[in-house]
């Protein structure tokens, strides 16, 4: 008899805001695949006899291949063992979600998502500030700031990613930034749009810096590469301190 699999939602790690759903599917595990910024005191909530295996996937660091964890969601669950795959975030946005439900499907194995906190969410409300605002900011957009090859996608719709009366979200955009915000400054966007740039969100050690986009990409540009997961916010509502 097959197992089954809960695609659970970390969200930015913190135990607090992982929804009641995904805790008890979490206590209920026989094995956890968890992502590297899924683990820490989110995994005390897993039970001790439960088989913790991490498959994280980091940007310029060893990490475990995409096809290894498909293969070991449908191992593990065709042993009859029910399955948690602990990603962070919102495993739905960014999150390579699709990928494994497709195995899931595939194998003919039984799947639920969990939804989850998204970064762009604790980022703003970490900053005190809306994602959006009834008169001057009535659409949100997320976008990836890097393609499979870890470089800026090269299809993004500029003409909408440069609009100043949108609120724009970008994953995994720490290294590709000064090059998106130099597009998006052709484009007509002005340099000293608001941007938050917020890193490790949740963590001991979070931050968050209020700029614009123009500072922003000048400092991602000077800066080294880091590890720490990181998202950005633009647009007028960025800079809001209300």
């Known amino acids: 008899m097959s197992g ?12 607090d805001l992982l929804t009641l759903k995904g805790a008890a599917r979490l206590r209920e595990a026989d094995v956890v695949l968890y992502d590297d910024l899924a683990s ?3 995994l005390d909530l897993a ?8 498959v994280g996937k980091r940007a310029g660091r060893p990490s475990t291949k995409q096809q290894h964890v498909n293969r070991l969601l449908v191992d593990y669950a065709g042993t009859g063992a029910r399955v948690v795959r602990l990603k962070s975030g919102d495993a739905g946005i960014f ?32 900053a005190g500030i809306p994602l959006t605002r009834r008169h001057t900011s009535r659409r949100v957009q997320f976008v990836t700031g890097a393609d499979v090859t870890g470089e800026l996608p090269a299809n993004l719709n500029w003409a909408a990613l440069a609009d100043p009366d949108a609120t724009t979200v970008v994953y995994m955009g720490r290294r590709t930034f000064p090059t998106l915000a130099a597009k998006l400054i052709e484009q007509g966007l002005a340099p000293s749009t608001p941007a938050l740039f917020a890193e490790s969100l949740g963590r001991a050690d979070e931050r968050l810096i209020r700029t614009t986009i123009a500072e922003l990409a000048e400092q991602l540009a000077r800066g080294s590469a880091a590890a720490a997961a990181a998202v950005i916010l633009f647009g007028a509502l960025a800079g809001d301190r209300s």
């Open 40 to 42: 820490g005191a989110i």
């Open 95 to 126: 999150g390579r979600l699709e990928e494994e439900i497709e195995t899931l499907r595939a194998a003919g194995i039984g799947y639920e998502i969990v939804p989850g906190v998204t970064s762009a969410c604790v980022a703003a409300a970490r």
């Open 4 to 15: 089954s699999v809960s695609f659970i939602s970390a969200g930015p790690g913190d135990p």
């Open 47 to 54: 039970r001790p006899d439960a088989n913790l295996v991490a």
